[in-house]
């Protein structure tokens, strides 16, 4: 099927990892919070719950918004989060947070975009869509640190 542009895509990967100066467990409790995902995800990006490990998002670019059912899936033991869209044709991703000394720790936060949307397709939306990576990890050590103290 092609996508936008005549192109077919099937798949971009993103992925970003920062030290976060909080403790791992601090970071991961943040992030798994689901009422207060909008605080450190993208512009743009708006998550709500809509049942045991199901959420609605929102993906807003310009006048364009897509909305989508999906799964919200969180691995206490591995400090793993895991979401997608439920039917496979979109997003989806995890984030992991690691232990690097008592009050230090790496985030981990990676990206999958399948099918023909526009962020898959290369060029400038490419590379908002890993700036919008980074600017959710920046916002996550954010959220972390004002939690901890």
């Known amino acids: 099927m092609p996508g936008r542009g005549g192109y077919r895509c099937d798949m971009a990967e ?4 920062q030290k976060i100066p909080v403790q791992a467990r601090a970071v991961f409790d943040a992030a798994r919070d689901v009422s207060a995902l909008d605080a450190w995800l993208p512009d743009g990006v708006q998550v709500e719950p809509s049942g045991p490990e199901r959420v609605t998002g929102r993906v807003s670019v310009g006048d364009d918004v897509e909305e989508a059912d999906g799964y919200f899936t969180v691995d206490e033991e591995r400090r793993r989060l895991e979401w997608g869209d439920l039917d ?3 997003y989806s991703g995890w984030l992991e947070v690691r232990e690097d000394g008592p009050a230090e720790s790496t985030a981990v936060l990676h990206l999958d975009v399948r099918g023909d949307h526009a962020s898959a397709v290369g060029g400038q939306s490419h590379e908002m869509t890993d ?3 980074g600017q959710a990890l920046d916002r996550l050590a954010a959220l972390a640190a004002d939690r901890a103290t």
């Open 14 to 17: 993103f992925e970003h990892e």
């Open 88 to 90: 496979g044709e979109g």
């Open 131 to 133: 700036g919008y990576l």
